[in-house]
């Protein structure tokens, strides 16, 4: 009740002077527009070296790109005790480390839906690393309204320049839509990045945190969540399902399922939150990483064969061929070796 006291009294108030303590209060919760701002999440994986291309590698709903640069990401451990700049409560940080640079390399977030992102808006992260060639990294605001919509819009004036101490950055947009014709899958990005006019190939680091967009024209403090809210966010994006280490009771039951006849396998398997797409699903081939269980025996796999004969944003059925069972036997599946694992995916 004392929280709904506080928002109560606030009535039509809205600068941050007038409200004072209604931060401390709560009242400002579920503000962030970025998901992992904290970096906390790495499903897919905490590194990667010697990247080209565009995806997301390490750190949920971070994509890396590429565009002519080979570069590493990866999640990487706060020192123990806090760094200078930097408040105590980041424990996490996100390394984009470009070691050949190009222009328009960088890394970014997708906002769902252009419509969320209108009027004035704060973007706020903290920041440290090495410049690329020219001295500057620049952010690349762009509203993409969906196939089938108005052509995208790109405002990349914005720009900073990092030092190897943390420092809080903050910028203000304000994004419209009106006149827009919205099609499906639309975005708002804010793209950390080598600028367009740097052609520079020199190697540049940076390393970020505390990634928050936010109504108004004020940087509040960083809004801090739980590991497992950020990750129920992360997993409508993609979900992984993988072996946890060579140790005792580590094994990952993958699905539940049915010997449809004497030699092929259907599993079915829910997601833990709606999709945002029917997803892609990614199977590494592990030797003998992938082990189907019935009452006649065990069969190992190696990940090569298995197919999605039906998917929706909700769960999926996966069939395993050339298998040796009986048909109308019950089974299911386990991932019994590190780096076997399941990765669906359903990013922007």
């Not at 809205?14 to 400002?28: F, M, P, R, V």
């Not at 808006?121 to 620049?138: E, M, Q, R």
């Not at 109504?215 to 509040?220: C, F, H, K, Y």
């Not at 006649?296 to 929706?312: E, K, P, V, Y």
Request: with cysteine; net charge negative.
């Amino acid at each position: 009740m004392t929280k709904a006291r506080d928002l109560a009294d606030l009535g039509n108030k809205t600068s941050l002077d007038e409200i004072n303590d209604a931060y401390d209060a709560g009242a400002l919760s579920n503000r962030n527009l970025i998901i992992n701002g904290a970096m906390q999440v790495a499903q897919r994986g905490t590194s990667v070296t010697g990247q080209t291309g565009s995806d997301v590698l390490t750190v949920d709903r971070f994509r890396g790109h590429g565009s002519g640069a080979t570069f590493n990401m990866s999640q990487q451990a706060v020192t123990l005790g806090g760094e200078s700049g930097l408040p105590i409560q980041f424990t996490k940080f996100l390394r984009y480390n470009a070691t050949t640079g190009a222009n328009n390399c960088g890394v970014w977030q997708t906002v769902e839906d252009v419509t969320r992102v209108q009027g004035t808006h704060t973007l706020s992260f903290y920041a440290k690393g090495t410049n690329p060639a020219g001295g500057v990294i620049s952010i690349d605001i762009r509203q993409w309204f969906g196939s089938g919509g108005s052509s995208e819009l790109d405002d990349d004036t914005r720009t900073f320049s990092v030092t190897s101490t943390w420092q809080k950055f903050t910028f203000t947009t304000t994004p419209t839509v009106a006149g827009k014709t919205i099609g499906t899958s639309s975005y708002y990005r804010p793209f950390f990045k080598q600028p367009a006019s740097d052609n520079g190939s020199a190697a540049w680091t940076l390393d970020i945190t505390g990634v928050q967009l936010e109504v108004g024209d004020t940087a509040t403090p960083f809004e801090h969540r739980s590991y497992g809210e950020e990750l129920a966010a992360c997993q409508r994006y993609c979900y992984v399902i993988q072996q946890q280490g060579n140790y005792a009771n580590s094994n990952a039951s993958a699905c539940n399922g049915t010997y449809y006849s004497a030699s092929s396998f259907y599993g079915v398997l829910v997601f833990p939150t709606t999709m945002r797409v029917t997803p892609t699903m990614a199977v590494p081939t592990v030797t003998n990483g992938y082990r189907l269980y019935s009452a006649t025996g065990a069969d190992l796999r190696d990940g090569t064969g298995f197919d999605i004969q039906s998917a929706n944003k909700d769960n999926f059925c996966i069939y395993v061929p050339n298998v040796s069972s009986t048909a109308g036997f019950g089974g299911w599946m386990e991932l019994i070796v590190a780096g076997a694992k399941f990765t669906f995916d359903a990013e922007l």
